[in-house]
């Protein structure tokens, strides 16, 4: 049960209890009736504005970590994993450590260039990057996460 239906409930109860409870109180009504899921083609259109905003800022990939920005575009929430989006080819899930991004870049055909690190991406990961992979240069990936998401 959450707050508001209790409340509704409880309004409820002192409708019948009482001749005059307030109006706030009698009209509290579920705020997620009518609410859908987002659909699969909504996280698709969004993965596809990522990649436009990449190549617009000239990111070879985003790199995001469990968070809001990972549920935003997958639509789960991965504690320890990590999702790597390439500018071009297939989005990967690997486990949130330096020498897994290393190796999943390598293998997406990323040794040089740009990676967009998320914002709440660990200090340990982007250091490691530096030493496993030191002529990939990472960077911010707020122009496409921020504009994905404004």
Known sequence: MNRRIF?????????????????????????????????????????EKARRLMKANQLDAIYIESGTSMFYFTGKRAPGQAWLLPAKGDAAWLPAEPADLAKHLKDAGIV????????????????????ASPAVEGVSATPVTAGCRM
């Open 7 to 47: 409340l509704a409930t409880l309004g409820a109860s002192l409708a019948a209890q009482t001749s005059n409870p307030p109006d706030s109180v009698r009209n509290l009504k579920p705020m997620t009736d009518g609410v859908r899921p987002i659909a699969p083609a909504e996280r698709e259109a969004r993965i």
């Open 112 to 131: 040089t260039g740009k990676l967009g690190m998320e914002e709440q991406v660990r200090f340990a990961t982007v250091d490691g990057l530096r030493t």
